[in-house]
């Protein structure tokens, strides 16, 4: 049943048009990405978007992928110094792990694909990277709390940021940014202007992955080729 994949096949960027004339945003978008992959709606969707994206951008380059796998178990120290204890976080680090060597072994899109399709995988992975997101709020609260609007970032982090299926806010996608060391650049279709809003995350580096934003919802884009 095609509508109850997680991520979805690649699909001409035309699917997401509307039935009638496609407005100013919708040429814009169609004249910069080719095609898009959807992914479900359930309050996950850019964590798993995020992923998804970053694995399959670097799954034919063998050292970006072993970064990420090293990167992966060196936030082991992040969780400890944010005050996690080992039993909470160590299940979800190990499956992603494991996708990253499955990926390092098969090179597949087809493989990455059925892994993050795997609905307990798939959000063991979301899991982890929502307590990492937490864990790195919390270790560098100095700077994050300026931006929280919860009585405290704690209670923020246990409600808002480790809570499967809920919506992540601006400050979650630059902390999870920074935590994994991964540039992301998120076209927008809110706001009332005629063109899209374009939002590089950390800002001047050079995005590895892009990311649609659209009515509270993230789907994953690709680029058409630059001539």
Request: negative net charge.
């Amino acid at each position: 049943m095609e509508g109850a994949s997680l991520v979805s096949c690649r699909e001409d960027i035309s699917s997401l048009f509307p039935e009638q004339t496609p407005g100013a945003k919708y040429k814009d978008l169609s004249s910069q990405f080719s095609s898009v992959r959807q992914v479900r709606g359930d309050g996950n969707c850019f964590y798993r978007a995020l992923c998804y994206a970053h694995l399959e951008s670097v799954l034919h380059n063998a050292r970006p992928l072993q970064r990420f796998k090293e990167r992966i178990i060196q936030t082991c120290k992040d969780f400890s110094s944010a005050g996690f204890d080992e039993s909470s976080f160590k299940r979800h680090l190990n499956t992603v792990v494991n996708v990253v060597e499955q990926c390092q072994a098969d090179e597949q899109e087809d493989r990455l694909l059925q892994l993050f399709n795997e609905q307990v995988t798939s959000d063991s992975v979301v899991q982890y990277l929502r307590l990492l997101t937490s864990a790195h709020l919390q270790n560098h609260a100095d700077f994050f709390c300026n931006f929280v609007e919860a009585p405290n970032l704690q209670i923020y982090c246990h409600q808002e940021v480790e809570t499967m299926a809920m919506e992540c806010d601006h400050v979650d996608i630059l902390a999870l940014s920074q935590a994994l060391d991964i540039c992301i650049h998120i076209v927008s279709m809110e706001g009332d202007e005629q063109q899209l809003a374009h939002h590089v995350i950390p800002e001047g580096a050079e995005p590895s992955l892009h990311l649609l934003y659209q009515t509270s919802h993230y789907n994953i884009l690709y680029p058409r080729p630059q001539h």
